[in-house]
């Protein structure tokens, strides 16, 4: 079964200009998460869809964040604009539901300058 | 907020060797998982462990869910190179089954 596509692998940009990441989950997995990883910490759940709904923006920084799923099917992130403290590697993944075993993409690494 | 502690954070050990890492935490969790994250790629699903006490075995590989569901513990039993990587434990809490992550044990074993 093909995996978790994230697109695109790197990008850097300039504080304050806008980027958009890409995620495709596996075929029929309901949940998809979007988490963020900065350099030494583990992965911080930014966003849970449950098809195309919100389960938990909780942790979302708003302000300058948005995710949306439309088809419930792939998703896309988008920072809008950059801080030098959004360089990070955000992960996407997906499950068949809440509580099942997670698969997550090979990320993408964003670097702010 | 749930938070899992690690440790240690860093690791250096010799091929054949053992070793233990640990996850704690003051929160109960309902299930337990531990992953395995190589550079440049996104984190791989060892195991879950449910019920307290669980032992699991991978291979070289032993898991262990503490009886009260607030701490794990990985051994792995003579190590190789290819165990390599960045050890995190997450848990699993809460009505959507939300995944709190550890900061990560990086383990290098040397040949």
């Known amino acids: 079964e093909a995996g978790v596509a994230q697109s695109p692998r790197y990008k850097i940009i300039e504080k304050r200009q806008s980027v958009a990441f890409w995620c495709n989950p596996i075929?029929?997995?309901?949940?998809l998460y979007w988490y963020q990883q900065i350099l030494g910490q583990g992965p911080k759940l930014l966003i849970q869809?449950?098809?195309?709904?919100?389960?938990?923006d909780s942790q979302l920084p708003k302000d300058r964040f948005s995710a949306e799923r439309l088809k419930g099917v792939d998703s896309t992130l988008k920072i809008q604009p950059a801080k030098l403290e959004d360089s990070a590697v955000y992960l996407c993944?997906?499950?068949?539901?809440?509580?099942?075993?997670?698969?997550f993409g090979s990320g993408t690494r964003l670097t702010v300058v | 907020t749930q938070l899992l502690e690690q440790s240690p954070q860093f690791l250096s050990i010799q091929e054949g060797e053992n070793l233990t890492v640990y996850c704690n935490s003051s929160s109960v969790f309902s299930s337990l998982q531990w992953y395995r994250q190589e550079p440049g790629e996104g984190p791989v699903l060892l195991v879950t462990v449910v019920t307290g006490g669980e032992v699991k075995k991978l291979k070289r590989l032993t898991f262990q869910f503490g009886d009260a569901r607030k701490d794990s513990s990985l051994h792995i039993t003579a190590a190789q190179p290819g165990d390599t990587g960045l050890y995190l434990c997450?848990?699993?809490?809460?009505?959507?089954?939300?995944?709190?992550f550890g900061k990560g044990t990086l383990l290098t074993v040397n040949p």
């Open positions: 997450a848990g699993a809490g809460g009505s959507n089954y939300k995944l709190t």
């Open positions: 075929s029929g997995h309901a949940t």
């Open positions: 869809f449950q098809n195309n709904g919100v389960v938990d």
């Open positions: 993944a997906s499950s068949q539901g809440t509580g099942r075993s997670y698969t």
